[in-house]
């Protein structure tokens, strides 16, 4: 038992230690509207009012915004763009609460574990939400969603970069 023990546990609390310090991965939703001819589109005009993200972060999610969509081959105008791309960011506090013991039913039957402190993660999950509107009818023709903890500066705005990238990935051609 102490073999399997030290063995089998040591390996299992570095995973677990190793995931705590990876960076958090992002979670991409998009929809779009089927019957709009994308094609059409050739200029856009980013809303850059208040997104809820900082005048750093705020900069960096322009910058991925525009990268982004010059290579798509679009360009920046200012009035009769045909998309309106708006941006915002909401956050909300999570936990997360990992058990820490009782009964585990496996294949082999079920076994008591030992009882150990339950492991509570309390963080701030950030939505950053990209919607694309029609100039012409004002409609909505594609909205991403992506998902992330919120960490440091610099971890944030890889996240934002990560985040409009997978996004853009996914804009219909």
Not at 18 to 41: L, R
Not at 111 to 130: F, H, P, S
Request: glycine share 8%; charged share 15%; net charge positive.
């Amino acid at each position: 038992m102490s073999k399997l023990f030290r063995y089998g546990t040591l390996p299992a609390i570095v995973c677990g230690l190793a995931a705590c310090t990876t960076a958090p991965s992002i979670t991409v939703k998009t929809d779009y509207d089927h019957s709009a001819s994308f094609g059409k589109y050739h200029t856009y005009a980013l809303d850059t009012a208040a997104t809820g993200l900082g005048p750093t972060n705020n900069a960096v999610l322009q910058q991925a915004l525009r990268s982004s969509l010059a290579a798509r081959g679009l360009k920046e105008t200012g009035a009769n763009a045909s998309l309106y791309i708006v941006s915002a960011v909401i956050t909300s506090e999570k936990v997360n609460v990992l058990p820490g013991g009782g009964v585990t039913v496996s294949r082999f039957g079920a076994y008591r574990t030992w009882a150990m402190n339950a492991d509570v993660q309390q963080y701030t999950e950030g939505t950053l939400i990209i919607d694309f509107v029609d100039g012409k009818t004002r409609k909505l023709v594609f909205r991403g969603l992506a998902q992330a903890a919120v960490g440091s500066q610099a971890r944030n705005a890889n996240a934002i970069r990560e985040a409009v990238t997978k996004i853009m990935a996914q804009f219909p051609s």
